[in-house]
């Protein structure tokens, strides 16, 4: 016969009502300009290709590096910040970041980064996470330091 549980209700009633925020972000719609850049970006870069080269399929190549290099532009993206971790959901990847994961935070301009590693080099960014908090900066803030306590937030 199994052993009862030892939590109470009391218990599973405070994890379930702690602090969360969902947001979903969506540069195509919420920051138009950046995606029409991008979009001449990718059609100029894949005319110096076809002027270079003359091959149509180095210019299809370099486009569609280009695009599936920058697919956060084009879909939405979908965070939740909870007491678990963090998760973010789109149409191409679902992926669940734990807080024990996450050693530093940088606060950029539009958003936190958050770093899994300790050794602070170039790339240790482009393995990390990107929060962008839009119109949700002062809530952001107040749970991922609620949530992360002990890690300093580097400007």
């Given amino acids: 016969m199994p052993a009862p549980s030892t939590r109470t209700a009391l218990e599973f ?5 702690a602090p969360r925020m969902r947001w979903t972000v969506w540069p195509l719609i919420d920051r ?3 995606s029409l850049s991008l979009g001449v970006l990718t059609l100029a870069i894949g005319y110096a290709v076809y002027a270079t080269s003359g091959k149509w399929y180095w210019t299809a190549a370099a486009s ?11 879909l939405p993206v979908t965070f939740e910040v909870t007491l678990r971790g963090l998760k973010q959901e789109s149409m191409i990847q679902s992926a669940r970041t734990p807080w024990s994961e996450i050693r530093a935070v940088r606060k950029c ?19 990390g996470l990107f929060l ?22 580097e400007s």
Avoid: C, K, M
């Fill in 132 to 153: 962008p908090w839009g119109p949700h900066r002062t809530e952001l803030l107040q749970l991922t330091s609620l949530y992360l306590t002990g890690i300093d937030y």
């Fill in 13 to 17: 009633s405070n994890v379930t009502s």
């Fill in 64 to 74: 569609l590096a280009i695009i599936v290099a920058a697919w956060r532009l084009f």
């Fill in 32 to 34: 138009p300009w950046a």
């Fill in 109 to 127: 301009s539009g958003g936190l980064l958050l770093l899994s590693g300790n050794d602070d080099s170039p790339l240790d960014a482009l393995r």
